[in-house]
């Protein structure tokens, strides 16, 4: 079995249909989609620190920071498919005023000790719970209700990255 299943809510996905196009709101998905601390980037921030911690000889937690990047790969892909349904095109960038940028690796921090990742990533997953609750809040039904689903995924990324940190300290 796949040990990211441990690691994973078993929480069911609402289902979302076809909108009535939002360009305003897609471009606000956009930056949770592909921006800075968007998914994109937490997929790839992720990877590279799993990979860190490996080479540390710290498989358990290379494998959570690997298990929490497949769970942001899903929320990635649930983001694209909202975009699609609000009109937009899923491309990978973010914009800044009327502005595109596309995604970059330089959004990816490539530095630190193990604390220093996990303290990334408990700030960065906050810092998406209160973003994914102020779209949220722009949005009703199944939009509504898959922003509040990924919330619900990014609150249990910061526990299981706390445990971990408590553990290391």
């Known amino acids: 079995m796949n040990k990211c299943v441990y690691n994973m809510l078993m929480e069911p996905w609402p289902e979302v249909g076809v909108q009535k196009p939002d360009r305003g709101l897609v471009r606000i998905l956009f930056e949770v989609y592909a ?3 968007g998914e994109l980037t937490n997929i790839v921030q992720y990877f590279y620190d799993s ?18 990047s497949q769970t942001e790969m899903l929320h990635l892909r649930k983001l694209g498919q909202l975009i699609l349904q609000f009109g937009g095109d899923p491309r990978l960038l973010s914009y800044r ?16 000790d193990l604390r220093a990742m996990l303290r990334r990533a408990i700030a960065g997953e906050r810092q998406a719970v209160q973003t994914y609750q102020q779209i949220a809040g722009r949005m009703e039904g199944a939009p509504k209700a898959l922003m509040e689903r990924i919330v619900q995924d990014e609150v249990h990324h910061i526990e299981l ?5 408590s553990e290391l300290e």
């Open 97 to 112: 005023g009327n502005r595109a940028f596309w995604w970059s690796s330089g959004y990816v921090n490539y530095g630190g």
């Open 51 to 68: 990979l860190r911690a490996q080479q540390a000889g710290e498989t358990e937690i290379s494998d959570l920071f690997a298990c929490v």
């Open 35 to 37: 921006g800075q601390g």
């Open 161 to 165: 990255f706390q445990r971990t940190l």
